[in-house]
Structures are given as structure tokens and as C-alpha cells.
């Protein structure tokens, strides 16, 4: 293990390998839109999406950037501005390899990596058309039950790259995230995690209890980016809300390919032409 | 407006908050603005009694734990009560939120499953609400099951459906006839609109009483602090029903 490099932006962006097996955060949780937005510049390609356990903006931005080889989420939305639009649009033309999830599935197959388990087991799901899709989840009994009793056995998901958004990094690499701690698991599961954070602290979050509750420690944060407002247009809890009439915006502009052209321009997503 | 008169928005929103009489603690998932004025009202109503979550707000929803507390919690029976639609249900109460076609091959995608393939065997009391009630929705048998209605025994499920409310009528479900049952339809509609709309079999009582409108204590504390509590969560929709900005 080495320390957690601070980078630029940019080179941030840079160590995401193209190919990436990818961990994003969902809508309520810390979404890396800037970091989304230079790696839609640089451009990054064939990248496998894992939506933890969901996603918005950023997967349907990255879909239709043509960024992505193939997605497993549990649902992409823009929630209360309707449908994912570049999202629903590659999936019926056939264009994106989707793999259908279910929220809690997703969480423990991350949990099954954050205990280096080779599995986890989950209630539910029996009699779901998700599972008779899925060739990689099992189901036998419940060795400790006295009668037959089925469950479904999830392989562990170990991601190559969880990348978040979040407010605080101090110099030592560890990040404050307060109580969002699917960004916990997120980055106790995935080999590596490249961070943005809305500024530096200065001290130690890991000194006093009221902080370091909520604070992912150094040891599994590979590199950090300074990146104010980086999680705009979504939302960061307590800093700043949403922009609404931007996600409204989007959902509608982005319903045609042409639309969604005008957006990448308008808002400078093009790839870059300076290497 | 005067609580004389209410929207239609309020009437659902009181058709789910007395489903939810008596819950101890009450789930809801995402794009639920409905769903989840209704959880604050019956908390509002219930003096305290009534414990809420309300995926993606931040003052209404309690979980320290990140995404999966809510589902963790389910397995262990601590949700009373959640919210599930569907872009398509059908007569046993299976439900679909993948989309229309030959899966993977679909015509028209859907946002997907969320938790519902989970939380609809875990839930004791899962209420599938869907505004839209037409053929579309509700038909004979869904493209795609996200999540089952019904299961075979020696399936682990002490979760289920326990009614449908939707704009026109609410039904409830009965779990070993796999079957629904009319049992009110909403002001200004009546029975043969609601069986013209429904693709399924269900059962219809001869006479099908009128669901009750919210009463007039119920319309105050919607349009004050329940429209205040949820526009945190659901700006627009506490916008457009309410007038309400978040308090």
C-alpha cells in the first residue's frame, strides 16, 4: 500500500484505465459528475458500469458519451424528472449489455468483497425473472434448516474502481462521508478508489470520534481531486441542493441523439481535441 | 382551496395513509411522492407511533448504515409496510418494472426492478399503488415478473401484497386465491369504467361503495406540514400539488 497520491482533476481522471469494471454511487449519494464530466473529455471507453445499487445523470451521461460497454444495476433513473433517457434509448436499440439487478443484491455481493467471502446469501428474489437471467446466482438450501428451505447465493462483485464525491479529505487520504456508508462499502470491496472532495481539511478526521464515524480511512483511497461543487448537477447533503431545473432540462433535451449533442456542447463534454 | 373540495392527488394520498393504520414503521422507495405524503400523514396521524422512511431525504429517513439498512431491515421484519408499483401488473399480482417485450430484446425499457424482487417476499404489508389504470398496466400477465405476486409453499415469504390503490378504484388482494377483489371506487368513477380499464379477472362485490375523501383535518395537514416535509424529497411534485416549497 502506498500513500494517497492528490492529483488534479484531470489526472484523476487519467487513472481510470479504459475497460474499467467501474463502482458509481446512487442519486442520494455523492455523485462524482465532475469527475464524470472530465472522464467524458478525456474520453474514457468500454467501461463496466456497476450502479451501487442504482443510478441517474451520471450512468445515462456516460451511456450516451459512448463511454460504457456494459451495465449491472438494480434500475437508471432520473427519478422525479422521468426516465433516463440515453439509458432507455441504448437499451432498446439494443446497443447496451445490461444486466439486470436488485438493489439488495448488489449490496451484499459487495459485502460478500469487503469480507473477501466468495459469496453471500439473500432472501427474496425466488420466482423473479431476474434470477432465471441470471446464469451467475445460485440457489440451494439452507444447510441449517430442517426442511427444504431454497435461497440464492450471490457471488461477491469486486470492482476494479469505486469513485464518489466527497466533502472533506485531509492530507493523510482519509475522506469524510458521513453517514452515506454505501461509499464505505463501495471502497472496502473495490481494489482501488479515486475520490473528488469539495476541499482539503486541515487536521486529522480520524482524531475525534464525531468525525471519524463517518470517515473512510487512507489505507483504501488510491488517489484524491480537489473538485468544488464537484458533484453538480446532483446534490451534496447540507452544502447544496440539486439543481433541479438543470436534471428537467436534461431528461427532456436528451430524449433525442441530436438533443443530447447539443447538451455535451452547451455544456463543453465533447471530447477534447488537445491530447 | 377549501377543504369542501380535494385534489385528486390528496384523495389517493389518503386512500394509502389508511392502509397504513396501525404500521409501526413504514418504508418508501423511489419516485414515490404519493407513497410518501402518505407515510408522513399516517405518521403525522399516529402521534409519533409511526416511524417513516422515506428513500433519498435526509430529515425522513433514519439509516445510519448506507443504502442496504433499509433491506437488512426488512429481512429481519422491521418494515410494517412499503410501497411498490409497476409498469405492468397483472391478476395474480405479479409486477414489472423491466419493461415490455422479449426480455432482453424489449421494445420499451422501464428504470428497472429496484429492491422489489426483496422487499416485496419481505414486507407483511406491501401496497402496489400505480395512478395510470388502464390496459396498458394492469394486464392479464406481465412481460417480465421483477417480483412475484405469489409463491409456491416452502418459499421463505412473509411478505406479500395486501391491496392496489390506483386513480380510479382500491382492491384488495387475497393471497391463496391469488386474486383481487374490488373494494371502493373513487369519487366521480364507478364500477364499469374500472372493470372497462382493468385487463384482469378480479372479483366485484354487487355493490361497490365509494372510497372515502380525506376529511377536512386530514386536507389541512396535508396542504401545511406533510407538503412541507416532502418537498425536501419531491420538490416538484410538492410544487405542482401544494404550492409548497421545502420548509
Given at each position: 500500500?502506498?500513500?494517497?497520491?492528490?492529483?488534479?482533476?484531470?489526472?484523476?481522471?487519467?487513472?481510470?484505465?479504459?475497460?474499467?469494471?467501474i463502482a458509481l454511487p446512487p442519486d442520494y449519494s455523492?455523485?462524482?459528475?465532475?469527475?464524470?464530466?472530465?472522464?467524458?473529455?478525456?474520453?474514457?471507453?468500454?467501461?463496466?458500469?456497476?450502479?451501487?445499487?442504482?443510478?441517474?445523470?451520471?450512468?445515462?451521461?456516460?451511456?450516451?458519451?459512448?463511454?460504457?460497454?456494459?451495465?449491472?444495476?438494480?434500475?437508471?433513473?432520473?427519478?422525479?424528472?422521468?426516465?433516463?433517457?440515453?439509458?432507455?434509448?441504448?437499451?432498446?436499440?439494443?446497443?447496451?449489455?445490461?444486466?439486470?439487478?436488485?438493489?439488495?443484491?448488489?449490496?451484499?455481493?459487495?459485502?460478500?468483497?469487503?469480507?473477501?467471502?466468495?459469496?453471500?446469501?439473500?432472501?427474496?428474489?425466488?420466482?423473479?425473472?431476474?434470477?432465471?437471467?441470471?446464469?451467475?446466482?445460485?440457489?440451494?438450501?439452507?444447510?441449517?434448516?430442517?426442511?427444504?428451505?431454497?435461497?440464492?447465493?450471490?457471488?461477491?462483485?469486486?470492482?476494479?474502481?469505486?469513485?464518489?464525491?466527497?466533502?472533506?479529505?485531509?492530507?493523510?487520504?482519509?475522506?469524510?462521508?458521513?453517514?452515506?456508508?454505501?461509499?464505505?462499502?463501495?471502497?472496502?470491496?473495490a481494489r482501488r478508489s479515486l475520490v473528488t472532495v469539495?476541499?482539503?481539511?486541515?487536521?486529522?478526521?480520524?482524531?475525534?470520534?464525531?468525525?471519524?464515524?463517518?470517515?473512510?480511512?487512507?489505507?483504501?483511497?488510491?488517489?484524491?481531486?480537489?473538485?468544488?461543487?464537484?458533484?453538480?448537477?446532483?446534490?451534496?447533503?447540507?452544502?447544496?441542493?440539486?439543481?433541479?431545473?438543470?436534471?428537467?432540462?436534461?431528461?427532456?433535451?436528451?430524449?433525442?441523439?441530436?438533443?443530447?449533442?447539443?447538451?455535451?456542447?452547451?455544456?463543453?463534454?465533447?471530447?477534447?481535441?488537445?491530447? | 382551496?377549501?377543504?369542501?373540495?380535494?385534489?385528486?392527488?390528496?384523495?389517493?394520498?389518503?386512500?394509502?395513509?389508511?392502509?397504513?393504520?396501525?404500521?409501526?414503521?413504514?418504508?418508501?422507495?423511489?419516485?414515490?411522492?404519493?407513497?410518501?405524503?402518505?407515510?408522513?400523514?399516517?405518521?403525522?396521524?399516529?402521534?409519533?407511533?409511526?416511524?417513516?422512511?422515506?428513500?433519498?431525504?435526509?430529515?425522513?429517513?433514519?439509516?445510519?448504515?448506507?443504502?442496504?439498512?433499509?433491506?437488512?431491515?426488512?429481512?429481519?421484519?422491521?418494515?410494517?409496510?412499503?410501497?411498490?408499483?409497476?409498469?405492468?401488473?397483472?391478476?395474480?399480482?405479479?409486477?414489472?418494472?423491466?419493461?415490455?417485450?422479449?426480455?432482453?430484446?424489449?421494445?420499451?425499457?422501464?428504470?428497472?426492478?429496484?429492491?422489489?424482487?426483496?422487499?416485496?417476499?419481505?414486507?407483511?404489508?406491501?401496497?402496489?399503488?400505480?395512478?395510470?389504470?388502464?390496459?396498458?398496466?394492469?394486464?392479464?400477465?406481465?412481460?417480465?415478473?421483477?417480483?412475484?405476486?405469489?409463491?409456491?409453499?416452502?418459499?421463505?415469504?412473509?411478505?406479500?401484497?395486501?391491496?392496489?390503490?390506483?386513480?380510479?378504484?382500491?382492491?384488495?388482494?387475497?393471497?391463496?386465491?391469488?386474486?383481487?377483489?374490488?373494494?371502493?371506487?373513487?369519487?366521480?368513477?364507478?364500477?364499469?369504467?374500472?372493470?372497462?380499464?382493468?385487463?384482469?379477472?378480479?372479483?366485484?362485490?354487487?355493490?361497490?361503495?365509494?372510497?372515502?375523501?380525506?376529511?377536512?383535518?386530514?386536507?389541512?395537514?396535508?396542504?401545511?406540514?406533510?407538503?412541507?416535509?416532502?418537498?425536501?424529497?419531491?420538490?416538484?411534485?410538492?410544487?405542482?400539488?401544494?404550492?409548497?416549497?421545502?420548509?
Amino acid at each position: 500500500m502506498t500513500a494517497t497520491q492528490f492529483v488534479d482533476l484531470e489526472q484523476l481522471a487519467g487513472q481510470l484505465p479504459d475497460g474499467a469494471f467501474i463502482a458509481l454511487p446512487p442519486d442520494y449519494s455523492n455523485v462524482p459528475m465532475a469527475l464524470t464530466h472530465a472522464l467524458m473529455r478525456r474520453p474514457v471507453r468500454d467501461l463496466r458500469l456497476l450502479c451501487v445499487p442504482t443510478s441517474g445523470i451520471q450512468a445515462d451521461l456516460l451511456i450516451g458519451a459512448g463511454c460504457v460497454a456494459s451495465v449491472e444495476c438494480a434500475a437508471i433513473s432520473m427519478g422525479e424528472q422521468g426516465p433516463a433517457p440515453r439509458f432507455t434509448a441504448a437499451v432498446v436499440a439494443g446497443r447496451l449489455k445490461l444486466v439486470d439487478s436488485t438493489c439488495p443484491a448488489i449490496h451484499a455481493a459487495l459485502q460478500a468483497a469487503e469480507k473477501g467471502l466468495p459469496f453471500m446469501p439473500l432472501r427474496g428474489i425466488l420466482g423473479s425473472d431476474i434470477l432465471r437471467h441470471r446464469p451467475d446466482w445460485k440457489v440451494m438450501d439452507n444447510p441449517f434448516a430442517d426442511t427444504p428451505d431454497p435461497i440464492v447465493l450471490l457471488p461477491a462483485i469486486r470492482p476494479d474502481v469505486a469513485v464518489f464525491h466527497a466533502r472533506w479529505a485531509d492530507r493523510q487520504g482519509n475522506v469524510w462521508i458521513g453517514r452515506r456508508r454505501e461509499l464505505m462499502t463501495m471502497a472496502h470491496a473495490a481494489r482501488r478508489s479515486l475520490v473528488t472532495v469539495e476541499a482539503i481539511f486541515d487536521g486529522d478526521l480520524l482524531a475525534e470520534d464525531e468525525l471519524a464515524a463517518g470517515t473512510i480511512p487512507g489505507i483504501y483511497v488510491d488517489a484524491v481531486a480537489l473538485a468544488p461543487r464537484g458533484a453538480w448537477p446532483m446534490g451534496l447533503a447540507d452544502l447544496y441542493a440539486p439543481d433541479v431545473a438543470h436534471l428537467a432540462a436534461y431528461a427532456k433535451q436528451a430524449r433525442t441523439d441530436e438533443g443530447f449533442r447539443a447538451y455535451l456542447a452547451a455544456n463543453h463534454l465533447e471530447p477534447s481535441l488537445v491530447d | 382551496m377549501s377543504t369542501e373540495t380535494w385534489r385528486r392527488e390528496e384523495l389517493l394520498i389518503a386512500v394509502l395513509a389508511r392502509l397504513l393504520d396501525g404500521v409501526e414503521h413504514v418504508a418508501v422507495g423511489a419516485s414515490s411522492p404519493i407513497p410518501g405524503a402518505a407515510a408522513l400523514l399516517a405518521r403525522a396521524l399516529s402521534k409519533g407511533a409511526t416511524r417513516v422512511s422515506v428513500l433519498g431525504s435526509r430529515r425522513h429517513n433514519p439509516f445510519t448504515e448506507g443504502g442496504r439498512e433499509l433491506f437488512d431491515c426488512a429481512a429481519q421484519g422491521r418494515i410494517g409496510a412499503f410501497f411498490l408499483g409497476g409498469g405492468e401488473i397483472d391478476g395474480e399480482a405479479n409486477i414489472n418494472l423491466v419493461g415490455m417485450g422479449d426480455y432482453p430484446r424489449l421494445d420499451v425499457r422501464f428504470p428497472g426492478s429496484f429492491g422489489s424482487a426483496y422487499l416485496y417476499m419481505l414486507v407483511p404489508r406491501v401496497i402496489l399503488f400505480r395512478e395510470e389504470h388502464s390496459r396498458r398496466v394492469f394486464v392479464p400477465r406481465v412481460n417480465f415478473i421483477s417480483a412475484p405476486g405469489t409463491s409456491e409453499p416452502g418459499v421463505y415469504r412473509p411478505g406479500g401484497p395486501h391491496a392496489l390503490v390506483t386513480g380510479l378504484a382500491k382492491f384488495d388482494f387475497d393471497r391463496a386465491r391469488r386474486r383481487f377483489a374490488l373494494a371502493s371506487v373513487h369519487p366521480g368513477h364507478d364500477a364499469a369504467e374500472v372493470a372497462a380499464e382493468t385487463g384482469f379477472d378480479y372479483d366485484s362485490p354487487a355493490a361497490v361503495p365509494a372510497t372515502e375523501p380525506p376529511p377536512p383535518e386530514w386536507l389541512e395537514l396535508l396542504r401545511g406540514r406533510i407538503a412541507g416535509e416532502l418537498a425536501e424529497t419531491y420538490p416538484k411534485f410538492a410544487s405542482a400539488v401544494f404550492g409548497k416549497a421545502a420548509a
